[in-house]
């Protein structure tokens, strides 16, 4: 399972930006698919997964109202669209997948395969 994360860039506080997620293979929907972050000397942090289908989404209390992710199986991505974006916000953000349906576990050992990150930085 391989996974590109794209989309990072710098924006001002209160813009938008997408990210995007792709996956290379054929068992894409297998997967149930997370993005994380990692602020400068923070842990890791969950921000929203998506099951299999699609049908399914979760966003951390955080982002909750301002990021959205979504996946188009047909092309093999998962997105993150993240509005109302604020300083606090920057950080990595990496995209993570599991075989397992459980996305209750949002925890990072859940997640098996991960892409390499993708910088957003949000200025004030």
């Known amino acids: 399972v391989q996974l590109q994360a794209s989309g990072g860039g710098l924006v001002q506080a209160g813009g938008s930006l997408r990210l995007s997620c792709a996956h290379s293979?054929?068992?894409?929907?297998?997967?149930?698919i997370a993005w994380f972050r990692q602020a400068p000397g923070k842990e890791r942090e969950f921000v929203g997964s998506?099951?299999?289908?699609?049908?399914?989404?979760l966003h951390a209390e955080s982002v909750k109202g301002r990021f959205t992710i979504s996946r188009d199986n047909a092309k093999n991505t998962v997105y993150l669209q993240m509005n109302s974006l604020k300083p606090e916000d920057t950080a990595v953000y990496y995209c993570?997948?599991?075989?397992?349906?459980?996305?209750?576990?949002?925890?990072?050992?859940?997640?098996?395969?991960w892409g390499q990150g993708t910088l957003v930085t949000v200025s004030s």
């Open positions: 998506i099951s299999k289908s699609g049908g399914t989404t």
């Open positions: 293979g054929r068992t894409f929907t297998s997967y149930t």
């Open positions: 993570a997948a599991k075989v397992s349906a459980a996305m209750a576990d949002t925890t990072t050992r859940s997640y098996t395969y």
